[in-house]
Each structure stands twice: as structure tokens, then as C-alpha cells.
């Protein structure tokens, strides 16, 4: 499955596309393309990766990112298990800045859309009172057709030009360096991470999986990332844990074995590396709704 500059459907006689997902896993690759994309997660878990950003996604996740801002999602291995009943429901839009930037040109709403734009191009991840009202938005686009669709459609642009009720995901330094062929590369190394990060990885098996002696790989993938396949494991693995530490009480120790580490103390070294903090630490924060 190789990775490239995707066709989102859209061209010059349609500017913005709906599309529905209902399926046992998501079996899309590392790609991008020219397009906006928002996603909103209905139902399903497993790892997401934007420009440079790792984290969980969940039920409930929205997303905004911009034109030729590299991602995959990838369901946990247990979507991949047979007899396993569960499914994955997401709402996606696609668009085209370049319609609503021409539509707003030389108005008041302007300045706030090309920042939005600009914005987007790290990725947003939108909570609290903005999620539940984009929630309800993307609803009506959905359930509506021709003028009342694009209608509804920029009232959601209009919305989101003026909140600031997100996150972001990307670094503000990060810019997408990869070609189509890199896409490709990285497709497989992302993928083959993601489903075994709780095993042991050496660097001769992921060099092997690139198609590259390690000394090589190793210089590929930070030239093409700003951070070392060492870390961008660990990131993998760290939020993993956080994912186990929010939603059981399952013991430090056993989270850090089902995490890919081996042993307590590299576990917190590594944990406090990517977070700030130690996980028990996180745990309690999390508790008290920090």
C-alpha cells in the first residue's frame, strides 16, 4: 500500500465533498493532498499521526487539518482481530480554501479565514464548547443538500474563523519535506510502528522495513522528521500509556510492559521525556481534571 499525493475528489466543478465512513478497521495510508480535511471520529480508537504530531485518537475526536499536511489513522491491532465486532464511523469533509478565500475576498471576514487557513496548516484538534457546537454543524451539512448545504457549510467556516477552542497538533516549526516517494517510505514504517511498538523494535528491522542500511535510515528519517526514529518511538509508546493511564486503573507497572518497555525505571525516564511529568503524576492530573 504505497502512499501519495491523494485524489480527495474534488476539482473544479466540486469544492467540497462528504464522505462517510463505516467499516471494521481504516485502512487508509500516510498520505496528503491539497485539501482541507476535517474529521470527526463517531466511533473507533487507535493511533493518529499529523505532520509531526503523535497521539490517541477516540470517539469524539475533531480535527482540522490543512492543504499538504501529512497523516494516517490506524485502528488498534484489536480492530484486526477476526470475530472481533467492532467498527469504525467517522465524518470527513473535504474542501477547498481556495472557494472560501475567493467568496470572503475584499470583506471584513477575510483576515480571519486566511488565518484560520494558516492555522490549519498544523493541524487543530477542537474541544469543549467549539467541539459540541461544530458537532451539531457538521450534522447539518450532512443533512442537507445543494444551497442549504454550502450554506451551512460557511456558516461552520465562519465559526471556526473565529475560535480559538483547539489545540494544535503540529510543532510550529514543522513543514512538510516529503515527496510522494517519502510518503510512501514512511507509510510503511509508520504502519509496521503502529501495530508492533509494544514488541521490541531494533533498528535493523525498521532499516530493513525503509529499504535502508541503518546508518542511512537513521540520517533519512530525522533530515525528513527533525527528531530520531528513537523518539518518535518513544512518542508512539508515551501515548499509548497515556491513553491506559486515563481510562483504567490498571497498575504503572503492567501499563509499562503492554507499552514496549521492559523494565519501571526506563518507562519513567522516557515517560518524563515526552511529558513533563512522571505517569503517576499524569495519572493524578488527570483525575483532578488538569
Same mark, same amino acid.
Given at each position: 500500500?504505497?502512499?501519495?499525493?491523494?485524489?480527495?475528489?474534488?476539482?473544479?466543478?466540486?469544492?467540497?465533498?462528504?464522505?462517510?465512513?463505516?467499516?471494521?478497521? =481504516?485502512?487508509? !495510508?500516510? !498520505?496528503?493532498?491539497?485539501?482541507?480535511?476535517?474529521?470527526?471520529?463517531?466511533?473507533?480508537?487507535?493511533?493518529?499521526?499529523?505532520?509531526?504530531?503523535?497521539?490517541?485518537?477516540?470517539?469524539?475526536?475533531?480535527?482540522?487539518?490543512?492543504?499538504?499536511?501529512? /497523516?494516517?489513522?490506524?485502528?488498534?491491532?484489536?480492530?484486526?482481530?477476526?470475530?472481533? !465486532?467492532?467498527? &469504525?464511523?467517522?465524518?470527513?469533509?473535504?474542501?477547498?480554501?481556495?472557494?472560501?478565500?475567493?467568496?470572503?475576498?475584499?470583506?471584513?471576514?477575510?483576515?480571519? &479565514?486566511?488565518? =484560520?487557513?494558516?492555522?490549519?496548516?498544523?493541524?487543530?484538534?477542537?474541544?469543549?464548547?467549539? !467541539?459540541? =457546537?461544530?458537532?451539531?454543524?457538521?450534522?447539518?451539512?450532512?443533512?442537507?443538500?445543494? =444551497?442549504?448545504?454550502?450554506?451551512?457549510?460557511?456558516?461552520?467556516?465562519?465559526?471556526?474563523?473565529?475560535?480559538?477552542?483547539?489545540?494544535?497538533?503540529?510543532?510550529?516549526?514543522?513543514?512538510?519535506?516529503?515527496?510522494?516517494?517519502?510518503?510512501?517510505?514512511?507509510?510503511?514504517?509508520?504502519?509496521? &510502528?503502529?501495530?508492533?511498538? /509494544?514488541?521490541?523494535?531494533?533498528?535493523?528491522?525498521?532499516?530493513?522495513?525503509?529499504?535502508?542500511?541503518?546508518?542511512?535510515?537513521?540520517?533519512?528519517?530525522?533530515?525528513?522528521?527533525?527528531?530520531?526514529?528513537? /523518539?518518535?518511538?518513544?512518542?508512539?509508546?508515551?501515548?499509548?500509556?497515556?491513553?491506559?493511564?486515563?481510562?483504567?486503573?490498571?497498575?504503572?507497572?503492567?501499563?509499562?510492559?503492554?507499552?514496549?518497555?521492559?523494565?519501571?525505571?526506563?518507562?519513567?525516564?522516557?515517560?518524563?521525556?515526552?511529558?513533563?511529568?512522571?505517569?503517576?503524576?499524569?495519572?493524578?492530573?488527570?483525575?483532578?481534571?488538569?
Amino acid at each position: 500500500m504505497k502512499a501519495r499525493l491523494m485524489d480527495t475528489g474534488l476539482g473544479t466543478d466540486r469544492q467540497l465533498r462528504v464522505k462517510y465512513v463505516d467499516k471494521s478497521y =481504516l485502512d487508509s !495510508h500516510f !498520505h496528503f493532498h491539497d485539501a482541507c480535511e476535517m474529521v470527526l471520529i463517531e466511533e473507533g480508537y487507535g493511533k493518529r499521526i499529523v505532520g509531526d504530531h503523535v497521539d490517541d485518537f477516540e470517539e469524539g475526536d475533531l480535527v482540522l487539518m490543512g492543504p499538504n499536511l501529512p /497523516h494516517i489513522w490506524q485502528n488498534d491491532n484489536v480492530f484486526f482481530q477476526q470475530h472481533r !465486532h467492532l467498527r &469504525v464511523k467517522a465524518t470527513v469533509l473535504y474542501f477547498a480554501p481556495s472557494m472560501v478565500l475567493n467568496l470572503v475576498a475584499g470583506t471584513e471576514a477575510a483576515q480571519a &479565514v486566511e488565518r =484560520l487557513f494558516t492555522n490549519a496548516c498544523r493541524g487543530l484538534r477542537f474541544r469543549g464548547h467549539a !467541539h459540541a =457546537l461544530l458537532v451539531k454543524k457538521i450534522s447539518a451539512i450532512v443533512a442537507s443538500e445543494g =444551497l442549504k448545504k454550502i450554506s451551512h457549510f460557511l456558516n461552520m467556516i465562519d465559526f471556526l474563523s473565529e475560535s480559538a477552542d483547539y489545540d494544535y497538533l503540529a510543532s510550529n516549526a514543522y513543514q512538510n519535506a516529503l515527496t510522494s516517494k517519502d510518503a510512501g517510505r514512511f507509510n510503511d514504517v509508520y504502519q509496521y &510502528v503502529i501495530t508492533n511498538f /509494544h514488541q521490541e523494535i531494533t533498528l535493523d528491522t525498521i532499516a530493513g522495513i525503509a529499504k535502508m542500511s541503518p546508518t542511512a535510515f537513521c540520517r533519512y528519517f530525522k533530515a525528513r522528521t527533525q527528531k530520531s526514529f528513537v /523518539h518518535f518511538l518513544q512518542e508512539i509508546r508515551v501515548s499509548h500509556a497515556c491513553k491506559l493511564l486515563r481510562q483504567n486503573e490498571l497498575p504503572i507497572m503492567q501499563i509499562c510492559f503492554e507499552s514496549g518497555y521492559n523494565n519501571l525505571v526506563n518507562f519513567n525516564k522516557c515517560f518524563r521525556n515526552i511529558t513533563s511529568m512522571s505517569p503517576s503524576e499524569y495519572r493524578k492530573s488527570i483525575q483532578k481534571g488538569e
